[in-house]
């Protein structure tokens, strides 16, 4: 984060935990359910928080202390990536074969782009493997920001989105 604070999500008690590293004051915040991964924004204001068993992303205000908004529309979002200008949050979905893009300025979920060959994902017996589905982990960008690499567990194919326009490029 910023090097003031430190962040920690307690996954089987369902909230985060704000320390000030210089008074060392604590502050929990209620989240949804099994909060786990997440990202920390650039100035270090806001963290976005996968709640794993909800299908949700809690936003959480890091300075006051407190979840801002729950954007629903996820499954099990994992790994989380934020462009360089703090536009947009991209959030991979491990239980199924996607990426979430939440648009900074509105705090809500806008696209979802699909990875994978369907040919490949629709010759799965999905009934038997449901608790088993190996989506996207982390989305990776570049360093400039301009494209974002989604590894896909299932198809073994990795996606390269532009993100001017949150399309796939090339499989």
Do not use: C, W
């Amino acid at each position: 984060m910023d090097g003031k604070r430190l962040i920690t999500t307690g996954t089987q008690k369902n909230y985060a935990i704000i320390i000030d590293l210089k008074t060392m004051e604590t502050r929990k915040v209620r989240l949804g359910i099994a909060p786990e991964h997440f990202m920390v924004s650039h100035d270090g204001g806001l963290a976005y928080i996968g709640n794993m068993e909800e299908g949700t992303v809690s936003i959480v205000d890091l300075t006051n202390g407190k979840e801002i908004k729950r954007i629903a529309g996820f499954y099990e979002p994992h790994g989380f990536s934020i462009l360089p200008d703090m536009s947009k949050v991209y959030v991979a979905n491990l239980g199924a074969h996607g990426i979430g893009v939440i648009d900074v300025k509105s705090q809500a979920l806008v696209k979802n782009i699909y990875i994978g060959s369907s040919h490949v994902l629709a010759s799965f017996n999905l009934d038997s493997r449901l608790s088993e589905i190996n989506g996207i982990v982390h989305p990776t960008l570049t360093p400039d920001g301009r494209y974002i690499y989604a590894a896909d567990g299932d198809s073994n194919q990795v996606a390269v989105i532009d993100t001017r326009t949150d399309r796939i490029i090339k499989n």
